[in-house]
């Protein structure tokens, strides 16, 4: 059947195109279950060039609907039939005005509607997020948890639902929130904020985006796989239902252990097609995928498309940066964000460089503002070229039509076909662009059975089995088989089970050295360490602590090997006055070791990367961890005082904000705007209280410009100009 595909598909190509001979290879594909996702292919295509089809509108229209394509009915045809007008009726919303389903999405809204659990192997462009709005919109669940990977599509998520739903339910997004029984609630969180909660109970439903995360890599226990399997265990012994989203696969193993049917529909239904072109050019030839990207670039129907650019690094994505912006790709784009950008951090920036000629720049070290700003003027069409590292295979949504792969690395490892699709996935989007244009420079990834099928560790515990998951998990869980192996090493840990299952993120052998270190100080030198002002003593034990328990963290940062140069870092943080105060001295640093700015590139993303991973994350949670360990060793020695982490803690988690403040970096409000406000009065107020205080107010708030009021426009999900 692929050759009466690619026949039709040629005959677009055609000057004189045979529309019946089009139309009827693709009723045909549609009519065989086994090829209907060709002809559904076939009838996309065909509406991309609806104009060609003017004298078979009628037969289009049958087919549009035979391939379940119902919202293309609504959008892409003037008139309807009477019996047209009956079948939207049967696939419009009832609770979202305007809003038509496609038949596959319409029939997991009736599974889910039925009580089923529903898990959903599809590709990106299907339209699963939609199914999680009709919900929500239906009013049916009072409290659910949505499971979302990163902190970006925390707001992502966030923002969308707040613009549908505002009013109708309570959003908790950030820690610093609670929840109220009484009150219809959605939380919104990564795995690990779901597992610090006490108030996930009596859920409704709950949802996990990018399910497949849950499978350990290369047999490579990853501490956020498991912390999202202790996050599964958890949540399906306090809810009713749950619905599991992510990419095409195969396979799930493991899920059918917990005495809860569910269905599972792996499905290929696309709502765009996509053309793909194969370079097969050798990964380390430079020069020939830059020159490659240069021509896609400058086509003449690629000049007006908009395009990402998949590289494996932030130095690469500089590279590329550099090398199309010298080539006078790209369009000057002065504005006040750019002269923000000089300001804040360095006119030798590569993603200066880039976004001042309308290209950006996306991966995990920039500043979070920084990265959803980006994403707003590529998908608003500011900018027409967005160059990312693996942040855009987390979920992020964009409006790209063309993709060019221009790596088949992740950082230093080979991505496999399942991620390689999954890039692929982000060219098209329904209702925006028919057909996507992907380029693969290099040669696609050999496509193995493995990488297609999820095995959730969770429901497949061997003795090969992490203990810190079969720690935390609930006893309800465990299973037989590895009862034995975990209770004999809870019996001979020195440490407390209740800190061994709070702190299961990390390895428990990891936890012992830990708790062999803090137990090696004196009395003398554990009392040093009780005071909350950061003193000497804390700088030592926090350094001493990270190389145990964040050792691959410093190693991937080349913070491991210089004991001086790790504590060198934290104490300037730690002890600077502010966020850009700490920034400022480190680019004044850069800039007088480096003289090429590709040099202080590196260097400025590289200390951006330590704030991210080390300063905001690694150091709470480690202290978190030193601190709970620490008061169990002092009530064994029967030490006077507790130690209390927290004001050093929030220096580091909070960018030197007070706390509720930095729930709105998050948000997409950078630091700098933030310390414009900041004062006790706002830090003492409750996150959705001082949403509601904001929200009418941002635009009289004093020192604000008007990019930083676009900044509280956007996080608060409010017009600029309202």
Known sequence: MLNFYYSAVSLLNQDDLETFEFLRIANELLSNPM???????????????????????????????????????????????????????????EYLPEFVYHSLQLKIINLLNDGQNVVL??????????????????????????????????????????????????????????????????????????????????????????????????????????????????????????????????????????????????????TVAVNVTEYNIKANSWGEKIEATKNILL???????????????????????????????????????????KNHYSSDWAYYHGISSGIGIH?????????????????????????????IIEGVNTNAETVIIFDNRNGPSAIDRFTHNNIKGRAGRMNIHFVGQVHCLEQLPEETVESKIVEIPLGLQTQASPLNLLAA??????????????????????????????????????????????????????????????????????CSVLRIAEKRSLQLLNLFGSESDLKIKVSNYLFATSYQEYLNSAIAWNNAKFEDSAERTEALD???????????????????????????????????GAADFGFIISKFENSHLPGVLSAFEEMGIPVQTLAKIANERLATAELNVLIRYLRPRFKLLPNLTDLDKRFFARALSKEFGQ
């Open 299 to 341: 086509g003449d129907r690629i000049t007006s498309q908009q395009t990402i650019i998949y590289c494996r690094s932030p130095k690469a994505a500089a590279n590329i940066v550099n090398e199309l912006v010298q080539s006078g790709i790209g369009r000057d784009f002065p504005s006040e964000y750019t002269e923000w950008i």
């Open 121 to 270: 192997s599809a590709p990106t462009s299907m339209g699963k997020s939609a199914i999680v709005d009709s919900l929500l919109a239906a009013n049916c669940y009072k409290r659910i948890v949505v499971v979302v990977p990163t902190i970006a599509l925390i707001d992502e998520t966030r923002r969308r639902i707040t613009k549908k739903f505002y009013g109708q339910y309570d959003i908790i997004s950030h820690s610093s929130q609670t929840s109220n029984q009484r009150k219809p609630t959605i939380f919104i969180l990564t795995q690990e904020r779901v597992n610090e909660r006490s108030d996930i109970e009596q859920i409704d439903l709950f949802v996990i985006d990018e399910f497949y995360k849950l499978a350990f890599q290369k047999d490579e226990p990853d501490d956020r796989a498991v912390a999202l399997n202790i996050c599964l265990s958890k949540l399906l012994l306090v809810s009713k239902q749950f619905y599991l989203i992510g990419p095409s696969v195969d396979e799930v193993r493991g899920l059918n252990r917990f005495g809860k049917s569910y269905v599972f529909i792996p499905t290929n239904f696309n």
């Open 35 to 93: 090829n209907e996702a060709l002809g559904r292919d076939l009838v996309i295509r065909a509406l991309d060039c609806q104009q060609r089809f003017s004298e078979s509108q009628d037969v289009l229209k049958m087919l549009v609907r035979k391939a379940g394509l119902f919202p293309y009915l609504q959008s892409e045809f003037d008139s309807h039939s009477l019996e047209e007008e009956y079948a939207l009726s049967i696939y419009k919303s």
């Open 473 to 542: 998990i609930d006893q309800a869980h465990v299973q037989e088989s590895v009862v034995p192996r975990l209770n004999e090493y809870l019996l001979s840990s020195p440490i407390p089970i209740p800190i061994l299952r709070k702190h299961a993120a990390y390895r428990l052998e990891l936890l012992e050295q830990v708790y062999a270190f803090l137990n090696g100080l004196s009395n003398f030198e554990l009392r040093r360490l009780l005071t909350k002002r950061p003193n000497a003593d804390h700088l030592n034990a926090i």
């Open 363 to 391: 991966h995990g070290a920039l500043p979070r503002a920084i990265q959803q700003y980006t994403v707003d003027l590529f998908n608003e069409k500011k900018i027409s070229i967005l160059i990312c590292t693996s942040t």
């Open 606 to 640: 590289r200390d951006l990367k330590i704030i991210r991973n080390i300063f905001e994350f690694a150091i709470p949670r480690s202290m978190f961890m030193m601190q709970d360990i620490l008061n169990w060793i002092i009530s064994l020695r029967k030490i006077d």
